[in-house]
């Protein structure tokens, strides 16, 4: 008779007492693994940052008042930073950083430090004074680049366009050559801490080193925050003799080699603003 066929019978895996170890090993590595990942913190997304608008022709008070704004800091914070921020001023300035905190939108976080936004300002000064056509015009009339950025500071002070602003240095470069006062109203709004178009004949009195119509030469700092253009017309004038210029209306700015010409121009000046009920006598007017 045939013989039944039967399976083998199938014997009883058993692990050896290495082999358990490993397995107990193993179970312990995963739970320990599952247990760092539960306590590892989180990754923040990257923070967005603000931007922070610095417009040409701001001072130097005004920047900070913006610093501290945007960074929530208590008023002052910003300026009293200047004293320990090692800010790299040439020596000229003296500490100072007016005419060095370059206009421009500056990038700003949480973690943004009142020092280290007025250091990236300065360096970016520093760093269009530097430029070629900045640098070597600067040579060649004979500037520092903090005479370059003071004179700039004017020029943004006082041209109402860019495309007046080569011929307001062609003004100050003309005036600087036959030693005359400069005569800018630009430079007794900042003696005077304010802003206005209205200069009297008091005002130019006044005994202050920043006013140009008692003193010759640049005054003694830059009094605003130029931008490259102003600094490109600081250096590199249009060729012309005009030793005046004042604007008559807006966007009506007038240039003139000779005294008579400006009175004629002052005249219409003081008709076009009746109301101020004042008479001006320097080089611009508005």
């Keep these: 008779m045939p013989r039944e066929y039967r399976l083998p019978s199938q014997r009883r895996t058993r692990l050896t007492r290495r082999g358990r170890l490993a397995l107990l090993f193993a179970a312990i590595v995963a739970v320990a693994a599952a247990v760092m990942v539960t306590l ?3 990754e923040e997304a990257p923070e967005t940052p603000r931007r922070l608008l610095i417009p040409e022709g701001w001072r130097a008070p005004q920047v ?3 610093i501290d704004r945007e960074l929530k800091l208590p008023p002052g914070s910003t300026k009293a930073a200047v004293a320990t921020a090692a800010l790299p001023l040439p020596a000229e300035a003296k ?3 007016e005419g060095f905190l370059f206009p421009a939108t500056y990038p700003v976080t949480s973690k943004t430090t009142p020092g280290e936004l007025l250091t990236y300002m ?3 000064a520093n760093g269009k004074l530097a430029t070629p056509a900045v640098a070597n015009g600067g040579r060649t009339q004979g500037m520092t680049p903090y ?11 006082e041209a109402d366009t860019r495309a007046e602003m080569g011929k307001v240095a062609r003004v100050v470069h003309n005036r600087l050559a036959k030693s005359m006062p400069l005569q800018m109203d630009s430079t007794l709004n900042y003696a005077l801490n304010r802003s206005t178009l209205d200069v009297t004949l008091d005002d130019t009195r006044i005994d202050h080193p920043f006013n140009t119509y008692e003193r010759q030469g640049l005054p003694p700092t830059p009094i605003d925050s130029p931008g490259l253009a102003a ?11 005009w030793l005046f210029f004042v604007t008559v209306k807006p966007g009506d700015t007038r240039f003139s080699a000779t005294y008579e010409e400006l009175k004629k121009h002052v005249a219409e000046f003081n008709r076009n603003r009746p109301a101020a009920g004042r008479a001006h006598t320097g080089p ?3």
């Design 40 to 42: 590892l913190p989180v």
């Design 64 to 66: 900070y008042a913006a």
């Design 95 to 97: 500490g100072n950083p």
């Design 122 to 124: 300065v360096r970016t």
């Design 147 to 157: 005479q370059t950025a003071t004179l700039a500071s004017i020029i943004e002070a």
């Design 231 to 241: 600094m490109a017309a600081a250096v590199a004038p249009p060729p012309g003799d």
């Design 284 to 286: 611009r007017a508005g």
